[in-house]
């Protein structure tokens, strides 16, 4: 690893304070103390009497997308914006998004039983009660549906789940399946269960993961209680999200749709999600194998796979309506680069009244804009463009971020120089995650921030938490954590606005968000509201301020800086991992086959077998063939070179002072520097999801969420396409090399 | 590893039925002939329908300690005996048991609920409603006691429990603790809740490990129905087991008995077992912390660690009586080595009727007795003395086993050859563990017994299970389970009669037993009963069958050996493994306290504190001084040497028949044979438990059952007392030594 002379000086060399005062990344010593007086002048803006006050404002009625409190809670955020001197505006866009019409869920042998199919108000919780206004619980965009079938539990409903059916002489062809909440974005259940030729899918919340294993249910304890429902999402985000009709295109008015039945991220099968009161007496029902050990949640019953004798009726139907959306976008211009723009993004829709999600990050938005007008009042001049984004319809499918951006994507490949995104806040750790190329950079700005209730940095108490994660782990990590002048950050998967800018458009991206400390249980709720969060979560609003802070710094300091603060060997760093991983991930699948071929042959699943309890043995497997990994070590070995000499050039350049450079030497640079994240994005984008577009970050095909790093090469080597994943380490190898050149580029500017 | 002939032989060039006309281990081709013989006529005796019988009349009542049927069953067992023309006696000894006179268990605050404390009659079992005969549930050798105080849930209620708790500042005195059933013996949990303060003991079986998470509840399904209780000895056995009031002395009539209130192994506090559906409202009342994720079980509640508000009055009072034992013991002389004996054994005695333990191992061993006699008839003759041993009183403490033993220690330690035990028996795997002297020796047996389910050899089947549970883990692990001639076998720890065998007296022990296919929730309950045995488990007796012709086998195959086959290589290969994780446990413990400490000093936990759930730090320690292991490397140098000696007299003995050498010499070489697994044990014994005298394996302080290999060096250290832990090196290293030196001798008289 190379060091900049910035962190050399760090190194255990002096004291914080110290550090505070050596200059910035991409300042000149003058503009770095220039800076930092801002800042600090920033982080004492945030207010939690007001976050509170905006919580229980914009959390005071259900509003989710299509609802009269959206459209008003996106009018108020605007008044409030203009109000403090912001120039800001509502863009709309007109989406699908289908709400319930008919919902009937019913156990129809060997017993009877109806699903109650609703959340009750509590007494204590007055926000509960407004039924009128409340969207029924359901999953979005899953297809109408009536069906009556057997019913198999197929635990979290992922792909190794189906495996370890098979292993039991069990299939869902036909069936309706019941499946937990966990192990993999909920999306993926039904997606993966039509594919197994499931007719339904369930899904319920298990009290082992979300209810009173964890601890009292609200409103006694946060936890989920016993009626609680789990709305969300069931859309195939994974191929592309936002709107399903207008994929790669902006739902403007007159944007072209497709029909509704050509909407390919709709789902196959029909869904419901239902409470663990409504799962039990299904649950309790089924016969067939007992569950696996792993698969047995906390209901006090033994755990079937099935099929039967449960059968059940599932029946769904929905409004699939066009509703519109609401974002509302303040812009500050910047001074010196207008067209570099610093986007920071938190939805406003909810799916119920969302207090936690998204009021708490909102706020937290809300109180930044503040900030930076009552900055501006003071004579502050952003160098750079600052875009304050409030996103409508990021719950049914990142409508609101996806449909402006892909609007906008003309404007945002030239001008997008990173986007900053938060979404649920609660008390605890900062969570950073994204681009490693601003690994470097909110590492920096971590280091600026209190955390409330240590009086640490906050940098100071994640590190303190790595080294306590590690120690249960190996000494090698805790080294790591240690000897490391900065701490890893995250890849980014999806599951909030950022993946349209980092995924589709290539825009460096980070999210932000404090956590960790309060597990609760009402997360797409009608619970999660005022009334939960101020009394289970940052009940005074400590860790609102904080975020406020945190991420409020981290689009000064971008939009500040004289030379984007950008760093490769991070992401060199990084990637180099990564390479790792893949090549491991390759050689591991291939022992797998060949051992598992030996015992096929040896017989040691005949041996093993047990005759009450009859298992299918596996097949015996062409043995996969050794992957040439070249082009990958080849295309990280020009990145490497690059980020050496790109930290080279930095490094003269600090010695001189960043303001040594010619203004438009300067510009030159900057504009060179935002070239290098695209250029780790292929136009042809990922295979068989050409949305998807960047070649290091994608959320997993078959995680929803959860990130894959490398994706194409990573999924191909999962899914056991050996030929296609020798053609995308080319690529990928090519892609590595791509920005490696677009790094000496933006060095060769800096001499 | 060195290879003697035979196995050299058959390592791959050879097919099974090659292999098994080899000549056995210390016979000559001749001897192995009429041996393979015998043994083949023996294996085709063993009937299902008779131990069908047995089962159905020795569990036909309930039999513990002091009951007429347990005496009826002694005498049945005899008469059986001498009806098929054996030598058999049966042989009384007077010890402690105690029995309930009062038991109660009531939530007192911050509701009332009395405890039912009664495992209801299940009308589909004819046994399960013979309530007169039935002894209640309770927990032998608790002390009397009767207190009143507030409840903490401390889980399995383990040492490593307690640190937790201290991390949530939670502190057992003066309150009543109830701890889940597992994780340790039952006897640890209120010795260690005794030791921290606690003023009462209650354990229930929580259906995460025993109850309906598993599977369907009795009666239908296996598990434990909700007020099935784990009745059980709580007895200090890890200190001695057998009569409280006899130590290391036989407790026969007129045995100096030691006054109750000087019996150490009697519980420091009162104990009670009680079922979940006892335990749930107790739990249900508790508040503080959330107990922590590992502590959480499957009770449809949130767990909470207490103290509080939940208060408790448990009372239990005791009939402290003299009962009478009756272990039946058949003997079949020896012909040409009358002196020394192999000792065969299964307990008869049960907590109630007890079909499963140990009527399904008591059935297999007396149809072994019927094939012996049926073999002695058509000619047989034993070189060796056999003693077909049917223990009383197991359940309460291993009595009869124990006290027989101690009563007969002089001639024991003279002339006793090897012992092999069995319990109670199930379907599935056979589980071989003992003196890795006999590792060689039962492997050989195992290759030679059926699987009743695959037709494989019970050894093929144990192998491919090896491999297949290695799958998961590494490469190596699966290359020593294919690479190896022989399977690794376990130690002994204790938990049934071979205890005071192998660690009392030093004699080389096996223990026997098949399972692994069906689980179960009858463990010392009302409901282990020929109703349950026969329809959930080893039902039509296949598995009785195979244990009877495996412990059958193996006892003839050391009664008819010229040389008894004692192996050393494995010895050493394990000692040499037990070494090293020594040597890594002390290294390992070093690194931790090291690595605590410094995260201490860097304020690590300060920094990830909680306020909300404030948690204790951990103080600082003295860093451990690093051990001298040369002591232990020096013995297991000499032990490898000897062994290799032995090898090659063995291999010269092999080559010339071992029929070749004088009869003088076998009969010398065979007594200094017998020397050398005692040569492993020191007359003082465990530092603190003179009781136990094995150097190599024990019962562990803080398990109970759980082996502790290298006992003593172990222990000091896990007990960071680090001069002792130098000191029993050093002990320990001469030891091995001492061995080396026996099997030396051993080698001399095969010269």
Redesign the interface.
Known sequence: MRLIPVSLLCLGLCAPAWCQTAPLRGYSADSSLLERDWEAKFRAIPDTANLRAYMQRLAARPHHVGSAYDQDNAEWILARLKEWGLDAKIESFDVLFPTPKERALELVEPSKFTARLEEPAVAVDPTSSQRDEQLPTYNAYSIDGDVTAPLVYVNYGVPEDYETLERLGVSVKGAIVIARYGGSWRGIKPKVAGEHGAVGCIIYSD?ADDG??????FPA?P?RPKDGVQRGSVMDMPVYPGDPLTPGIGATKDAKRLPLNEAVTLTKIPVLPVSYADAQPLLAALQGR?APERW?G?????YHVGPGPAKVHLKVKFNWDIKPLYDVIARVPGEAYPDQWIIRGNHHDAWVNGAEDPVSGTSALLEEARGVAALLKQGWKPKRTILLCFWDGEEPGLLGSTEWAETHAAELTRSAAAYINSDGNG??YLNMSGSHTLEKFINGVARDIEDP??K?TVW??LQ??A??NA?SGD?AE?QDVRARSDLRIGALGSGSDYTVFIDHLGVPSLNLGYGG??EGGIYHSIYDDFYWYTHFSDADFVYGRALAQTAGEAVMRLADAELLPFDFDALTDTVRRYVNEVRKLAADKR?QIV??NR?ID????????????PSIAPKKEAVPPYLNFAPLDNGLAALQRAAEVYAQAMTRVSENGASALAGAARRDANTRLMAVEHALTLQEGLPNREWFKHQIYAPGLYTGYGVKTLPAVRESIEQKQWQLADQEIVRVGKTLESAGAAIDSAAAALQ
């Open positions: 009290p009173y294993h964890e601890g009292e249910t304890g936890f007992v047995r906390a209901l006090p019953l033994a008390r605890g209730e240590t640490a100071k108490r303190a938490r080294i306590a120690s000494a805790r400390e309060d022992d051992e598992r015992q040896d017989g040691v699943f005949a041996a093993t077998g047990d005759p009450r309890r």
